[in-house]
């Protein structure tokens, strides 16, 4: 008799949002629904801009603020997006698909969520930086790719280069 696997988490336990391996099965889903209805939808990857004192490796302590950090991030893009737009982790980043929201229309979106964060006053007991930023790097479903794999290399480019260029921004691979 074969044995059942554990049940997989739908939520993060610390963010509240989509654990990883179900926002990836959405974003199957919304790929294929986005395909056979000729619709339009956005993915964001949003991570917090590195800050010099934690490029350091994480030590004890320092990784339950950094989750702490990810949290009140969640909590503030979970305000700004739709109810029905999908958040979730996405390993150590965010990860969002923005329903029925084309090419352009995530900028301002994303402005939105930029501006939310950076003017979130974080408690010192978390973060040693009161003022914190994220970068977003964004691909739109059909115009930046038509699967996963072309979107989520172009998501990644995209914020990649919106930390190069000295993060808190919004950036697209045209």
Request: aromatic residues 8%.
């Amino acid at each position: 008799m074969p044995t059942k696997s554990p049940p997989m988490a739908l939520l993060d336990r610390r963010t509240s949002t989509y654990a990883t391996e179900v926002f990836q099965h959405l974003f199957e889903r919304e790929v294929k629904r986005a395909t056979r209805y000729r619709d339009v939808f956005s993915f964001l990857i949003i991570a917090p801009d590195p800050v010099r004192a934690q490029r350091k490796s994480l030590r004890r302590g320092e990784r339950a603020r950094y989750e702490r950090v990810m949290t009140i991030i969640a909590e503030n893009l979970t305000k700004e997006f739709r109810e029905t737009d999908l958040i979730g982790r996405w390993d150590a980043n965010f990860a969002v698909i923005l329903l029925n929201t084309g090419n352009g229309d995530h900028v301002r979106v994303g402005e939105r969520v930029l501006t939310r964060i950076a003017e979130y006053a974080f408690p010192p007991e978390i973060s040693l930086i009161r003022r914190r930023t994220i970068s977003i790097g964004a691909a739109s479903f059909p115009h930046h790719g038509r699967d996963i794999s072309s979107l989520m290399e172009n998501a990644f480019t995209a914020y990649t280069l919106a930390q190069r260029e000295g993060g808190n921004r919004i950036s697209n691979v045209n």
